[in-house]
């Protein structure tokens, strides 16, 4: 990276609020041309494969509302939480699908292309779950978690199909980091959550197929 590219790098982070899922999602809004401060009101989730559709949400009260029910009462532990942030997601993709006509998506890559509307890959949920979770964490709802950057497995012939999913870790002395993967299951459905290693492994829900 040359010096310039490097400086404007930093005043692009300087610029930015520093909420705990900052760098997270900071990576993702440079990587793939999304809005660097996002709010219910305001932000965009992916679509069409590779977010190369890139789509405004606006949640009114009502519905954010609905998403911050979920995370009550308050979880008395990260397992507890992680439930809770499940349920979320799942809630948030169905809000969303009126935004990004994705009612119709179905789990994996190849299900859906029959299907009417948008279909995502593991790049567009990944991106789009690391988003949820960032307005989760803005918004003080994870008492147990943080937002971490995406992790991908696989490399075609090395490892299998790539494949991306959002992360978060627990912010006991454990530090113990788990995948939110919502790319298996239809939209709308409880993203499946397990140990980032366990998922390294090649972990796909029993009679799952692309």
């Known amino acids: 990276m040359r010096l310039p590219e490097f400086a404007l790098l930093l005043a692009c982070l300087a ?6 899922g900052d760098a997270a999602y900071q ?14 009101a305001a932000f965009n989730v992916c679509a069409q494969h590779d977010c190369n559709a890139r789509v405004p949400v606006s949640l009114n009260e009502q519905q954010w509302q609905q998403v911050r029910a979920r995370f009550e009462p ?3 532990s990260p397992l507890a939480e992680r439930e809770q942030i499940a349920a979320a997601v799942g809630l948030m993709e169905r ?6 006509d994705s009612h119709h998506d179905k789990g ?9 509307g948008a279909q995502l890959d593991c790049i567009d949920e990944s991106v789009n ?4 979770l960032t307005l989760f964490e803005q918004a003080g709802l994870l008492r147990w978690h943080r937002v971490q950057p995406r992790i991908s497995r696989g490399y075609f012939f090395f490892g299998g199909w790539p494949h991306f ?3 978060v870790e627990t912010t006991d002395a454990h530090r113990e980091q788990w995948v939110v993967d919502s790319w298996f299951r239809d939209n709308g459905v409880a993203p499946d959550i397990l140990e980032v290693a366990r998922w390294k492994d090649g ?5 799952f197929s692309m």
């Open 74 to 76: 308050a979880a008395q």
């Open 15 to 20: 610029s930015v609020p520093a909420w705990a």
């Open 95 to 100: 809000l969303v699908a009126d935004f990004a």
């Open 27 to 40: 990576r993702l809004a440079l990587q793939y041309d999304l809005p660097e401060q996002i709010s219910p």
């Open 108 to 116: 994996g890559d190849f299900n859906g292309l029959t299907e009417p």
């Open 165 to 167: 999913t959002a992360v």
């Open 203 to 207: 972990w796909s829900p029993p009679g």
């Open 129 to 132: 779950t690391t988003t949820y």
